[in-house]
Nanobody
C-alpha cells in the first residue's frame, strides 16, 4: 500500500522559512517522479514544484521560483520542499504526489498526471 506522509508545516511570519518533507512507503521511490501542490481556502489546488525520479530535473511555478526549492533523497524515500521568503499568499495546505515514470529526467506539472497523493500539511504565513 502506497503512503505519502507530509510533515514540516506550521505557522511562520512573512519572510520566514519552512522545510516540508514527504516520506514515501510502499513503493520503489527511485522509480517515481514527485511533485508538490497546494490549495488555499476557496481556491483550486495548484502546482508548486516537481522533481524527476533521478532528481536531475526540477521545475517550479512562477509564483515560487527563486524562493522554493524541491529536492529528494532516494536513500531515505523522501522529497523535500524548502520554502524561503514566505509570503501570506503562500498560506495553503501543501500536498505531495507521486507517479511512476520510465523517463529519468522528466517531471510533471499537472495534477492528473499523478497516481498517489498525501493527506497534506498546513502552512500558514502571517503578515
Amino acid at each position: 500500500q502506497v503512503q505519502l506522509v507530509e510533515s514540516g508545516g506550521g505557522l511562520v511570519q512573512a519572510g520566514g522559512s519552512l522545510r516540508l518533507s514527504c516520506a514515501a512507503s510502499g513503493l520503489t521511490f527511485s522509480r517515481y517522479a514527485m511533485g508538490w501542490f497546494r490549495q488555499a481556502p476557496g481556491q483550486e489546488r495548484e502546482f508548486v514544484a516537481a522533481i524527476s525520479k533521478s532528481g536531475g530535473g526540477t521545475g517550479a511555478a512562477d509564483s515560487v521560483k527563486g524562493r522554493f526549492t524541491i529536492s529528494r533523497d532516494n536513500a531515505k524515500n523522501t522529497v523535500y520542499l524548502q520554502m524561503n521568503s514566505l509570503k501570506p499568499e503562500d498560506t495553503a495546505v501543501y500536498y505531495c504526489a507521486a507517479r511512476t515514470t520510465g523517463v529519468s529526467g522528466l517531471y510533471y506539472r499537472a495534477e492528473y498526471e499523478y497516481h498517489y497523493w498525501g493527506q497534506g500539511t498546513q502552512v500558514t504565513v502571517s503578515s
